[in-house]
């Protein structure tokens, strides 16, 4: 009776055990699909929000062509009534707008056969519009006054312009046609989006449900053997063992996988890094060999077996050795990175002055080296944030400031702030190398620099730097110019009273 007993109620925990594992799946599944439907969302998101800004852009690009058009119609009417210079002068500006203008409408609508055909009409019927104005204001010019007003008054202008407007208001429709379609888009990727969503919180609650009914059954049937169990109480300590055991392997395992997870970046670094420490010992000792073949024997040693002794897995171990240390230091860095963000946001007041002259006299020695010097201009603003995360982006520009000044001129760090209503913003300015336009957003980027990399970093800093604004409230950017220099400007709350973020 006590076998039996024992096989049904393993029998039932096994099923009870199955049953579990495939809800735990079905569950996990589901996290899964709503994970991916939130990503796929997000990712559409912004694809819509970046069409629909590129719809403003194209817009704004089409408005400006018409309106610097209308202007240089408006002007020249002005210089072929009064001949006075000032309306010559302003066509002319406004003449020399237009070219870039269209330019840009290309760029933006070079993906719309559409727009390229309206554009390409466009530009036709400007070109012939801008060849009768120069026509009369050249005679304007020559004092054939009346002769120019006579050929205004015979020229097509109002037809033209009609045909521009046309095909100003026909091109502002056609993006409002695709801004439509994407909204069309948007609005069924969201329905996709809350039906997966649906779908995902109905299978977890049915997993739930079906969980809790098969552990309360799987509990019903533990009360109902209790009894039956008392009558094997000399069997019990066996059963207890066992039971022991199993979690006893299952705690093991939880500790294994807590482990593995908790190494999985460091461990195979440190395995790589001591596998090759053995092989730089090998090539040590294949080289060594080598030598006393070629000493002794010289016709067994192969011209491939000495390069590869000594060139090859040098230089290979050499290529292994600083990637493993280039790894250790992102982890590092990232690692570093995680636990700052992790951090509980503490604000006090600040006295702003006293923190970079405390920051100057930290770099003393390496603004000293560089013949360089630190100047605050004026009373910085007061400004009641965290102290730590100010410190860190202060120090963090002011040495990059100072690594990348430019040797051959003197260098110079100014610093300086100025209050607006409930924000401060305050200004590192140098004279150093500079960064190049195309630049100005990816410093600010994880892992990414700019110009030539003969400084130590990792691309680290200025990311670290956007991260600490972003969590005081604030914003960072920079303005440049390659080889004149580089201003970072930092905008924070002249209060930090709710911090974003003050997890720990």
């Known amino acids: 009776m006590f076998r039996t007993l024992v096989r049904r109620l393993g029998v039932r925990e096994s099923l009870v055990g199955r049953a579990l594992i495939l809800f735990m799946a079905i569950g996990f599944i589901s996290l899964l699909a709503a994970g991916y439907a939130a990503y796929r969302s997000t990712m559409r998101n912004e694809e819509h929000s970046r069409a629909v800004n590129h719809t403003y852009e194209v817009e704004i690009a089409i408005d400006r062509a018409g309106i610097l058009i209308e202007q240089g119609e408006t002007s020249r009417r002005g210089y072929l009534i009064t001949a006075q210079r000032t309306y010559l002068d302003t066509y002319e500006t406004v003449a020399g ?84 379609i994407r909204d069309a888009e948007q609005r069924e990727s969201l329905r996709t989006f ?197 410190e860190q982006i202060f120090s963090n520009l002011i040495e990059n400031a100072v690594k990348y000044l430019d040797p051959a001129r003197p260098g110079w760090i100014a610093v300086r702030g100025k209050s607006d209503g409930h924000r401060v913003s305050y200004e590192i300015e140098d004279n150093g190398r500079g960064i190049a336009p195309g630049d100005h957003q990816r410093v600010f980027d994880l892992f990414r620099r700019s110009g030539h990399q003969d400084q130590p970093g990792e691309g680290i800093g200025l990311a670290h730097v956007r991260a600490l604004a972003y969590r005081l409230g604030g914003v960072i950017d920079v303005a440049s110019d390659l080889g004149k220099g580089a201003t970072f400007r930092l905008t924070l709350p002249l209060t930090l009273a709710d911090p974003q973020d003050n997890r720990s």
């Open 194 to 390: 809350y039906g997966t969503m649906i779908v995902a919180g109905v299978l977890l609650l049915l997993v739930a449900i079906a969980s809790l009914l098969t552990v309360l059954r799987y509990m019903r049937d533990l009360g109902v053997s209790r009894d039956v169990l008392r009558d094997f109480a000399d069997s019990l300590e066996e059963l207890v063992a066992d039971r022991t055991a199993d979690l006893s392997r299952a705690n093991e395992e939880i500790q294994r996988f807590a482990y593995i997870v908790s190494h999985d970046l460091r461990s195979p670094l440190v395995n790589v890094m001591g596998f090759t420490a053995e092989l730089d010992a090998a090539t040590a000792a294949i080289t060594d060999l080598i030598d006393r073949a070629e000493a002794s024997a010289p016709e067994i040693v192969t011209e491939e077996a000495r390069l590869a002794a000594r060139e090859d897995l040098p230089e290979a171990i050499g290529f292994i050795r600083t990637s493993t240390q280039k790894m250790d230091r992102l982890i590092n860095a990232i690692l570093k990175l995680s636990r700052e963000g992790r951090r509980v946001i503490a604000p006090e007041p600040l006295d702003m002055n006293a923190m970079v002259e405390t920051i100057g006299g930290s770099l003393k020695h390496m603004i000293d080296d560089r013949g360089a010097t630190l100047s605050v201009e004026g009373e910085l603003p007061q400004i009641i944030s965290d102290r730590l995360a100010v």
């Open 97 to 180: 707008k237009i070219p870039a203008a269209l330019s840009q409408i290309a760029r933006l609508t070079a993906d719309n056969p559409r727009q390229q055909a309206n554009l390409a009409q466009l530009t036709r019927i400007f070109a012939e519009l801008k060849a009768q104005r120069d026509r009369t204001i050249a005679l304007v010019s020559e004092g054939r006054q009346v002769e120019a007003h006579r050929v205004f008054t015979e020229e097509t202008v109002a037809r033209r312009m009609l045909n521009i407007r046309r095909l100003g208001t026909a091109m502002g429709n056609e993006e409002r046609r695709l801004l439509a």
